[in-house]
């Protein structure tokens, strides 16, 4: 990688931010669904207190408040970080910018004297640290022309001399994350949770001991290296060479509310973890900032994230520092540098409030509402949902999270704002529960600011109750013969077929199990299932029948070590992953959606290049279209009317849908058109290995062909081909059984008809 690519990088932070997004909540049922734990005042509590909300919490005073100065000239995201120096100067640095030293609290840069360019021409830094001596260590990362990645250790002493240090155990396992207590005290992680001395003097690394998992991040209190991860803050005591006994309730916070949400690998963190005076930790996460004292009983919320920059699902951390004065400085990604000041005189919660509800934690919706509140500091977003981000809560199934919310609406205590995403819109625009969208439709399409065709998807007679943020294109990408004589599932089956006479070996649509097969196939045909609020039991079996016969061309080349790899797969793949799965001389045809530029169609366009493959619609058994996401209504019974339809207008237009590169297609075509602008080269790439065979597959963006085709199928795509999701998991409910030889078309189709019966009769 050259440094031609570095402004690669830094755009490819956002979205990753997206793709690997999980923030860490603090989550209670209520309602219809989940929400962030409601603010305890800002002040200082007592230990014991509680950060229940309680009904004068609402009137409470005092809150922390963002303001925001400039960071250094020339500063990018690529390596960032930032420390208070033992001398009370504050250090920041980054790959380009290089280390800069503030007197004044960021307000004013200067070059640090010691310092001279450490970072190599190729390559990129993947992290950084500066001590409190004002000593630097990164971890610099260099691709070689074999496409295997190099780390090494790179460090600056006090005064100013290079070091470095291959990151490689004798393992093979590579240190990616490094931190420095000071020049002679520097640390790293590995992937798999070995944590290591950094040994300058010696050019080598020590391992200290294994944790179960890599640490997000580590800190310094004393001779105390603390783990942040996962499962808690592990305490480890250089000076004994041990492990120390772990704080419960800090442990017990981490899981419940960082688990399975860290391992940010964009260059930012997910959590910090910055010890405070005497035995305080003060922990930030995406749900805001707490003060804990160790061992105590208490995590006490200073800071609440959904309205400050910590909720920012754009803004990954990069440093925090707590001043003399009680104030709190946060660098992010983004261009400033943050300051939070207590005032007392300040609301602890906005007296005006607006809550947007969606079936599944939406990454969108938390971009938008990071976007609005920063507009709207006088109104509190509230956000609750009933399924955390890829977990479905067993305890509650989508028929009674439904049944709640229509309650909810109808008796007027529901949510401002709704994303259908999951729902049928058709039965809330038709019991009367949602308002009237037609002229903030009518209004951006008369200045053509949207695709009309899918920003009308839900236009009726009586007036548009739904608008969709975004979509998806179902495409499919093949030879040209192939992708020409597909024209319903009983063609693609036919297809499927021949090819598996041709390829005997591997998966030729890329599904390697009942249900991956299922959920791929029926997001373009769900759509036809029924027949106003009849199940068409025709259209399933069709649908079954066909199914099978994919399934079992598909399995008959499908190997042991293949399904070893790939067989547990839960969810459709997009048509970016099964494009990179040519690289292994696999797929011979792709059904799948795109949803993103750089990393569908990037992948997408790669395979047009080297295998000549042509992409098209996908035809249903109801035609070719698109599927909405997104989808925004306003509840006819809120009374926030005026602030819900603004929130649906920030996420219609051209500011928010620019920023959100990690949903779907941006509705808007200025948006639209930006993807494609790019500021430098990218090159992404993944890797797998199966049977003892290493697989490599990377790609850019993808050429300007292939995005003016993408544009074009977009304004063709004439239907939305959304299907009904109670109908979808009953179907794959029974069809996995049919797939699997356990039961026939025929009883799947009854026990489909028996089971969505109640709900389609309502």
């Not at 155990?169 to 520097?186: M, Q, R």
Request: proline share 3%; charged share 25%.
């Amino acid at each position: 990688m050259d440094r031609k690519k570095r402004n690669g990088w830094k755009r490819l932070t956002a979205l990753l931010l997206c793709i690997l997004y999980g923030s860490a909540i603090i989550l209670s049922t209520t309602g219809c669904g989940r929400t962030a734990a409601e603010i305890p005042s800002a002040e200082g509590t007592e230990e014991g207190s509680s950060t229940e909300e309680t009904e004068s919490s609402v009137a409470a005073m005092g809150r922390y408040m963002e303001s925001t100065t400039p960071l250094p000239d020339g500063a990018d995201s690529e390596g960032r970080t930032m420390t208070m120096l033992s001398d009370n100067r504050l250090a920041y640095f980054d790959a380009a910018a290089g280390l800069l030293l503030s007197e004044d609290e960021g307000k004013g840069w200067s070059p640090a004297e010691t310092y001279s360019n450490i970072v190599p021409q190729d390559g990129f830094v993947n992290n950084s640290s500066i001590a409190p001596d004002g000593s630097l260590i990164l971890c610099h990362v260099q691709s070689l022309e074999n496409q295997e990645l190099v780390y090494n250790i790179i460090g600056m002493d006090t005064a100013g001399n290079k070091r470095e240090v291959l990151g490689q155990l004798e393992d093979g396992d590579y240190i990616n994350k490094v931190f420095a207590k000071s020049e002679t005290e520097c640390f790293g992680s590995t992937v798999s949770g070995k944590i290591c001395s950094i040994d300058w003097e010696n050019g080598k690394v020590n391992l200290l001991f294994t944790l179960s998992e890599q640490p997000e991040m580590m800190a310094f209190a004393g001779t105390q290296l603390l783990c942040l991860g996962n499962s808690g803050v592990a305490i480890y005591d250089t000076e004994q060479g041990s492990m120390l006994e772990r704080d419960t309730v800090l442990d017990d916070y981490c899981k419940n509310n960082l688990k399975g949400r860290l391992n940010n690998t964009s260059g930012s963190y997910g959590g910090i973890v910055l010890p405070g005076e005497e035995d305080t930790l003060y922990i930030a996460d995406s749900s805001g900032l707490y003060r804990h004292v160790r061992n105590g009983n208490v995590m006490e919320q200073l800071v609440e994230g959904s309205f400050s920059s910590f909720g920012d699902p754009m803004l990954g951390m990069c440093a925090m520092v707590r001043l003399e004065s009680g104030e709190f400085l946060l660098l992010t990604t983004g261009e400033d540098l943050i300051r939070f000041t207590y005032d007392p005189n300040e609301p602890t919660v906005p007296e005006k409030q607006l809550k947007i509800y969606s079936l599944e934690e939406n990454f969108s919706i938390k971009q938008a509402m990071a976007l609005f509140q920063k507009q709207n500091p006088d109104v509190y977003v509230k956000y609750e949902y009933t399924y955390a981000f890829l977990e479905k809560d067993s305890s509650m199934t989508v028929t009674d999270a439904l049944k709640n919310l229509n309650v909810e609406l109808l008796s007027g205590t529901g949510p401002d704002v709704i994303l259908l995403d999951g729902m049928d819109a058709s039965v809330y625009s038709g019991k009367g529960m949602l308002a009237d969208l037609s002229p903030v439709l009518k209004e951006l399409v008369d200045q053509q600011a949207v695709f009309e065709n899918i920003a009308s998807a839900y236009k009726q007679e009586n007036g548009t109750f739904v608008i969709p943020a975004s979509f998806s294109l179902p495409l499919l990408f093949g030879r040209q013969e192939d992708v020409e004589a597909v024209k319903d599932m009983d063609s693609l089956a036919a297809v499927v077929e021949k090819l598996r006479q041709e390829n005997p070996e591997s998966s030729i649509t890329g599904a390697f199990s009942a249900r991956q097969e299922l959920l791929q196939l029926m997001e373009v045909n769900s759509v036809g299932w029924l027949d106003g609020k009849e199940l068409d039991t025709q259209a399933v079996s069709n649908f079954l029948n066909q199914a099978l016969r994919i399934y079992k061309a598909d399995m008959q080349g499908v190997s042991k070590e293949e399904l070893e790899v790939w067989g547990e797969t839960e969810r459709a793949w997009n048509l970016g992953s099964l494009a990179s799965l040519t690289a292994g001389d696999m797929i011979k045809i792709m059904a799948g959606t795109a949803s993103n530029m750089l990393m569908d169609m990037g992948a997408v366009s790669k395979v047009v290049d080297e295998q000549g493959y042509v992409f098209d619609l996908w035809p249903g058994e109801e035609g070719t279209g698109y599927l909405p996401m997104d989808k925004l209504a306003v509840s006819a019974s809120s009374t926030q009317q005026e602030q819900a339809v603004n929130f649906v207008k920030l996420m219609l237009g051209e500011e928010y849908q620019k920023m959100n590169t990690g949903s779907g297609f941006p509705v808007n075509r200025a948006a639209f058109d930006s993807q494609d602008e790019t500021d430098g080269e990218m090159s992404m790439g993944t890797g797998w290995k199966v049977g003892g065979k290493d697989m490599q597959f990377s790609y850019g963006y993808p050429t300007e062909a292939v995005a003016t085709r993408v544009k074009e199928l977009a304004q063709n795509a004439e239907i939305s081909l959304e299907g009904n999701v109670v109908l979808e998991e009953a179907v794959v409910e029974f069809g996995v059984q049919v797939l699997t030889g356990s039961m026939s078309v025929e009883q799947a189709v009854k026990e489909i008809q028996q089971k969505t019966a109640i709900y389609l009769s309502e």
